[in-house]
């Protein structure tokens, strides 16, 4: 059974940090590209940060770029999001995803959520 469980979400004021964590289990984490999403009150869903199944590359939303910091343990079946220099447009339900493609099959899996909110 896949499951993945976000954590950290919180309230916190414009400037300020968070660490998000998902934790993994059901599949083989390391054949999975990860990823953040995110959605606004009123707004699609948006990718945020997306790291490579073997942490060799990272891709960034670039309202996010030199703020947020995506990272995995592979040996923990961990992801994080370092969020950094907070904005209130920040604000949102953050959302986990493990992706890949395996002979011509897409698997996609995705967590509850967790919110964060920016504001002073």
């Known amino acids: 059974q896949v499951q993945l469980v976000e954590s950290g979400g919180d309230l916190v004021q414009p400037g300020g940090s968070l660490r998000l964590s998902c934790a993994a289990s059901g599949f083989t984490f390391s054949s999975y590209a990860m990823s953040w999403y995110r959605q606004a009150p009123g707004k699609e869903r948006e990718l945020v940060a997306a790291m490579a199944g073997a942490g060799d590359s990272t891709n960034y939303a670039d309202s996010v770029k030199g703020r947020f910091t995506i990272s995995r343990d592979n040996a923990k079946n961990a992801v994080y999001l370092q969020m950094n220099s907070l904005k209130p447009e920040d604000t949102a339900v953050y959302y986990c995803?493990?992706?890949?493609?395996?002979?011509?099959?897409?698997?996609?899996?995705w967590g509850q959520g967790t919110q964060v909110t920016v504001s002073s």
């Open positions: 995803n493990a992706g890949r493609v395996f002979r011509g099959k897409k698997y996609d899996y």
